[in-house]
Nanobody, 126 residues
Framework: QVQLVESGGGLVQAGGSLRLSCAAS????????MGWFRQAPGKERDIVTA????????YYADSVKGRFTISRDYAKNTVYLQMNSLKPEDTAVYYC???????????????????WGQGTQVTVSS
């Protein structure tokens, strides 16, 4: 059974940093694209960033470019989201997602992802 488990969320002041982790189990995700999405109350679940199966391609939403960094550790079957210079508008539940088709790119569309974590809350205070 495939599981994605996010961790690292919490409460931080504006300008601070957090690092989210997404640990995958049930299969090896080294050949699969991974992504981070977020959903604020009353809003759609939107792409934050994604990374291709090889790690050579990444995608970032305009709102997080230059502040957030996605990375993956193949040995640990884990994807990370380093978030710096956090703003109150970054407050949301953050979800990790994985594609079930191998050798994919850094997909930005929700429909490309088949596995989802349960989410972790990130709250940025002003």
């Amino acid at each position: 059974q495939v599981q994605l488990v996010e961790s690292g969320g919490g409460l931080v002041q504006a300008g601070g940093s957090l690092r989210l982790s997404c640990a995958a189990s049930g299969r090896t995700f080294s050949n699969y694209s991974m992504g981070w999405f977020r959903q604020a109350p009353g809003k759609e679940r939107d792409i934050v960033t994604a990374i291709s199966w090889s790690g050579s391609n990444t995608y970032y939403a305009d709102s997080v470019k230059g502040r957030f960094t996605i990375s993956r550790d193949y040995a640990k079957n884990t994807v990370y989201l380093q978030m710096n210079s956090l703003k109150p508008e970054d407050t949301a539940v953050y979800y990790c997602a994985a594609d079930s088709h191998p050798y994919g790119s850094a997909w930005s569309q929700r429909e490309q992802y088949d596995y989802w974590g349960q989410g972790t809350q990130v709250t940025v205070s002003s």
